[in-house]
Structures are given as C-alpha cells and as structure tokens.
Antibody
Framework: QVQLVQSGAEVKKPGSSMKVSCKAS????????ISWVRQAPGQRLEWMGR????????NYAQKFQGRVTITADTSTNTAYMELSSLNSEDTATYYC????????????????WGQGTRVTVSS | EIVMTQSPATLSVSPGERATLSCRGS??????LAWYQQKPGQAPRLLIH???NRATGIPARFSGSGSGTEFTLTISSLQSEDFAIYYC?????????FGGGTKVEIK
C-alpha cells in the first residue's frame, strides 16, 4: 500500500499563499488519483479537489474555485496543493488521500491518507 | 450538495459494550457510504466502504449497514483503541461530503 508523506506545518500571513506537498512512497503516484481534504478546528472534513496524476487533470470544489490549484509531478512522485488569498478561516489541517472509485463521476472514497499538514493563518 | 447528519454527537460507552452510530443523508445514497475513524492528532482511517464492506485490516467487530438515506456503524465490543471520532462520507455524487462526526468516549 502506498504511503503518503506530507510537508511540515506552516504559519502564513493573511493574503498570502500556501503550498503543501504530498510524496508517495511504496508505489507510483501516477497509479493513484489524489484528493485534498481539509479539517478546520472543530469542523467537519471538507473536500477541496482531486487530481489524476497520469493525465494531470484536476477538479475542484466550487467553494475553492479560483483559489486552489492541485498539481502532480510524477517524476518525483509528489502531489501539491496551493491555496491563495489566505484568511483566518483557512486555518486547518490539510490532508492528501488516495481515492478509490470513479474519479470521473466523483463517486469515490478515501482509502489511504497522509499524516496531515497543519496550516495557521495569522497576522 | 448532499448534507450528512450524524447522531449522536457524543456516545459514552463502557469498554466491552456495543456502540451504535447513525448517519443520515439528505438524499438517497444507495450504498455509496464510507465510515472513517479519527484519533486525536491522526489522519482519518478508512473503516467501511460500500456501506458494509470492511477495509483491509479492519477488525470484524466493526460492521456497517444501511442503504438509501439511513446508515449504521456498529462496534460490537468496544476496545480501548476504539475510543475516537467516527465520520461518515457519501460518495454518490460530487462533491463528496462528510458528516459532523460522532465522538465515542469512555463511560
């Protein structure tokens, strides 16, 4: 089973951008569509988007459209999630996860998760 | 988007007892429902998919049931390592959405 290792915690200023990485080991990233899910303190898990690394095709939640970019570098087995125009409501733990199911239709669940990256947005 | 509602918010159970957690969807999901367990400081872990199929390595004391809009996760005999927060997630349509969670605590 592939293991996902994420980059470390970050503190960001309001208005800035963040970029979190998710490196796959024990498997080839191109074999695994990847989603990003976040969890703000005391809030439910929230899907942000997904990418199919082998074709580089990304799809985003409407809430984050225009602010989020998900990419993948198959040569380094690493996926990235960049979120711009940060505000305090973006303070959360961000997870990458492999998905199982039909990525075209959006009918999928998350079978393998990274350890999470805590991002704090504060002035 | 589909709204997922879990109940109760907190469930107090003694070790060895049975725990029954509920999840409801705002519209029919067929069996496109997954359950996750999350412990403090850890990522969620997949327990159940397809409403009733245990994920690899999940003990048999975890079972899922239901279809349509009503689902149940049952832990037959709670072990110390089972005290955690449990989330359901629908995946019949995009965006996938999660419930608010049920915290299972020691009574």
């Amino acid at each position: 089973q592939v293991q996902l290792v994420q980059s470390g915690a970050e503190v960001k200023k309001p208005g800035s951008s963040m970029k979190v990485s998710c490196k796959a080991s024990g498997g080839t990233l191109s074999s695994y569509p990847i989603s990003w899910v976040r969890q703000a303190p005391g809030q439910r898990l929230e899907w942000m988007g997904r990418i199919v690394p082998i074709v580089g095709l990304a799809n985003y939640a409407q809430k984050f459209q225009g602010r989020v970019t998900i990419t993948a570098d198959t040569s380094t087995n690493t996926a990235y999630m960049e979120l711009s125009s940060l505000n305090s409501e973006d303070t959360a733990t961000y997870y990458c996860a492999t998905l199982k199911g039909d990525y075209e239709s959006g009918s999928y669940f998350f079978d393998n998760w990274g350890q999470g990256t805590r991002v704090t947005v504060s002035s | 988007e589909i709204v997922m509602t879990q109940s109760p918010a907190t469930l107090s159970v003694s070790p060895g007892e049975r725990a029954t957690l509920s999840c409801r969807g705002s519209q029919g999901l067929s069996t496109n429902l997954a359950w996750y367990q999350q412990k403090p400081g850890q990522a969620p872990r997949l327990l159940i998919h397809g409403a009733s199929n245990r994920a690899t390595g999940i003990p048999a004391r975890f079972s899922g049931s239901g279809s349509g809009t009503e689902f149940t996760l049952t832990i037959s005999s709670l072990q110390s390592e089972d005290f955690a927060i449990y989330y359901c997630q629908q995946y019949i349509e995009r965006p996938p959405t999660f419930g608010g969670g049920t915290k299972v605590e020691i009574k």
